[in-house]
């Protein structure tokens, strides 16, 4: 019986991964479910996984918590505070910590995963684009493994399980995009919220879900490959395949590709990673290869969509570039969705700041957090005297 922690317990990826937990409920237990804000829904949490512990992050709650936990006739403890989400995530009574929370505010938590040396589920993607070396570093330091949740780099982490060590050295990597409900349209001037929150294969948060319209979201997925499996950027390809059957891919020295292939269905990845190595049912129903009658790829537009283009130069210029293009990107999201700014003023906003990064590289977490907190402070000063030029 293993006990797991479930950090971000009450969006899509926390879920998914308490629907193929209870599953099982001979081979795991649930020490802990955090959320940010959503008392309800991470008290209903509490109640499916019989969690021993609920954290919300706004410390403002936690009478709250208490009552919706005391409504359940719950016996779970009740805690509050992005510290105590920090300190759960390193808590020995857990073995495997599922990193769901979205964007910078899991990167703390992720780091005390890693130096507690805990079998780490990562769907956290800002914690390794704006991590990097340091995470990976800290990691293999520490003794933690990372598997990650993301069904592209899970799809890779698969393909070059098996590698040799040689056949690792010049392998290529060859991340499949669903190129987002846009990926026809012309015109982009006139997209409104409602468009950009709809995603025509996964059922995805709002945030994670203009990413994929702006291919963002694979840019900064071609990031964590570079750090996730030590590939140089020019060794990363990103080509858009709308079924999204075939989840991403590895290209060996003998020209071989090997694939991952599955339903878009985040369950399959969170089974893979719990299991690891032994192979979990998510009970997703299995592809039947006669109603697939077509398998389809092509170039990623970059000038549309030039967000994946700013990931690679990220990675190129070094420095704070990853840190401050994903916390603009953050930022300018966050302002599209209220309103305030264009679909297409995204990329504008995140270039502009994403060359302004400082040269210097982060080498503590503090360090990271700090060039964090700073890129969103800068961006939205930016964006408050944006005029749309």
């Given amino acids: 019986m293993k006990k797991v922690s479930i950090l971000g317990a009450t969006g899509s990826i926390g879920t998914s991964t308490i629907d193929v937990l209870n599953r099982y409920p001979e081979k795991f237990a649930v020490r802990a479910v955090t959320a940010y804000s959503n008392v309800q829904k991470l008290a209903d949490a509490a109640k499916k996984t019989n969690a021993?512990?609920?954290?919300i992050g706004d410390s403002r709650l936690f009478g709250e918590l208490q009552e919706a936990l005391r409504a359940r006739q719950l016996k779970t403890i009740?805690?509050?505070?992005?510290?105590?989400?920090?300190?759960?995530?390193?808590?020995?009574e857990a073995e495997i910590v599922v990193g769901a929370i979205v964007g910078a505010a899991g990167i703390a938590s992720t780091f005390a995963s890693a130096k507690a040396g805990k079998r780490l589920l990562l769907a956290n993607k800002e914690s390794v684009v704006c991590g990097g070396r340091l995470l990976m570093d800290t990691i293999k330091a520490y003794g933690a493994q990372l598997l990650p949740v993301d069904s592209e780099h899970n799809a890779v982490f698969q393909c070059l399980e098996s590698a040799s060590e040689k056949m690792r050295q010049s392998h290529r990597i060859i991340l499949t995009a669903s190129g987002g409900p846009f990926r026809k349209r012309m015109d982009l001037s006139t997209v409104t919220v409602e468009e950009a929150t709809h995603h025509p294969n996964w059922s995805m948060g709002k945030k994670i879900t203009v990413d994929s319209a702006t291919l963002m979201n694979k840019g900064l997925e071609v990031i964590e490959a570079r750090w996730l499996f030590d590939t140089p950027e020019d060794?990363?390809?990103?080509?858009?395949?709308?079924?999204?059957?075939?989840?991403s891919m590895v290209q060996y020295e003998d020209g071989v590709v090997l694939a991952q292939l599955g339903a878009p269905d985040m369950r399959n990845t969170i089974a893979y990673c719990l299991g690891y190595p032994e192979r979990l049912n998510a009970g997703v129903k299995p592809l039947d290869f006669s109603s697939i009658h077509e398998l389809t790829f092509e170039k990623p537009d970059t000038k549309r969509f030039p967000q994946l283009a700013y990931a690679y130069e990220a990675l190129r210029r070094g420095g704070c570039s990853c840190i401050m293009l994903n916390a603009a990107n953050e930022i300018a999201v966050e302002n599209f969705l209220k309103g305030k700014i264009r679909f297409i003023d995204i990329p504008k906003i995140c270039e502009v700041m994403m060359l302004s990064a400082s040269e210097q590289a982060p080498k503590s977490l503090e360090d990271v957090l700090e060039a964090d907190k700073e890129a969103r402070i800068l961006t939205q000063e930016y964006i408050s005297g944006y005029t749309g030029e």
């Fill in 52 to 55: 021993e512990v609920a954290v």
């Fill in 78 to 92: 009740a805690k509050a505070g992005e510290k105590a989400i920090v300190e759960e995530a390193a808590d020995p």
């Fill in 235 to 247: 060794r990363i390809d990103v080509v858009v395949h709308p079924q999204s059957i075939i989840h």
